[in-house]
């Protein structure tokens, strides 16, 4: 079955420390991979994604996340945490079963909080 | 601002009720999306509409319907109103029907259904 998989519900970490929050995927065929972010009473806005390519993306607001085949992994991160980065993140990655490659598989989320 | 809009932006409602809600997508955008949001089931899919035809399916209940209009807003129809449909729906657009397009959020429609 096509998943996605974010480990950790709760990411935790003081302002100027580098972040990651962790996404891998299972999906048949190349995978389309995206990150997307939740500020408190927003909607989700698109960060970065993954098409074919270098494996490092650079995203908004100073974000990049690293393709890894091998691990099937998809993992967002930034050099230098701001508290304003504290929010709600998603991955995504594009179903490939036939009939249904227009719609995204989510993640569950993660909660990052930066601590100032 | 995602140049998404949603109507209304909180709803209180009755169970056994019929609501609806609109959005319009971004200028250009031919695909809308609408998604579930909720504490329990987190972000759910329900159902993708291309230039005014139906094009993914997800998790969508018999009770809700969608549809999208000629100038391309789209209404989701939610009937027979439970408490568990309790929840932040959200509509995306974007430019194509590819799921390789991002796609861009509207600030949501809170329902409350008491």
């Known amino acids: 079955a096509q998943s996605v998989a974010q480990p950790e519900d709760q990411v935790n970490v003081a302002e100027g420390n580098p972040l990651t929050v962790k996404c891998t995927y299972s999906?048949?065929?190349?995978?389309?991979l995206f990150w997307y972010v939740q500020y408190p009473n927003r909607g989700l806005q698109f960060l970065l994604k993954?098409?074919?390519?270098d494996n490092l993306v650079k995203g908004s607001y100073g974000f990049e996340a690293e393709f890894n085949k091998s691990q099937t992994s998809f993992h967002l991160k930034k050099p230098s945490a701001l508290v304003s980065d504290s929010a709600l993140y998603f991955c995504?990655?594009?179903?490939?079963?036939?009939?249904?490659?227009?719609?995204?598989?989510w993640g569950l989320g993660t909660s990052l909080a930066v601590n100032p | 601002d995602s140049g998404v809009t949603q109507t209304p932006k909180h709803l209180i409602t009755a169970t056994g009720q019929r609501v609806t809600l609109r959005c319009s997508p971004r200028?250009?955008?031919?695909?809308v999306y609408w998604y579930q949001q909720s504490l329990d089931q987190g972000l759910q899919f329900l159902i993708q509409?291309?230039?005014?035809?139906?094009?993914a399916k997800g998790n969508i209940l018999e009770r809700f319907s969608a549809q999208q209009f000629p100038d391309l807003h789209s209404e989701l129809n939610l009937s027979s109103l439970e408490l568990g449909d309790s929840a932040l729906y959200f509509c995306?657009?974007?430019?194509?029907?590819?799921?390789?397009?991002?796609?861009?959020f509207g600030p949501g429609t809170r329902l409350t259904v008491t």
């Open positions: 995306a657009s974007s430019p194509r029907q590819g799921a390789y397009d991002e796609q861009y």
């Open positions: 509409y291309y230039n005014g035809e139906e094009r």
């Open positions: 999906v048949s065929g190349n995978p389309y």
């Open positions: 995504a990655v594009r179903d490939s079963n036939a009939g249904n490659n227009r719609k995204l598989i």
């Open positions: 200028s250009g955008d031919l695909s």
């Open positions: 993954y098409i074919t390519g």
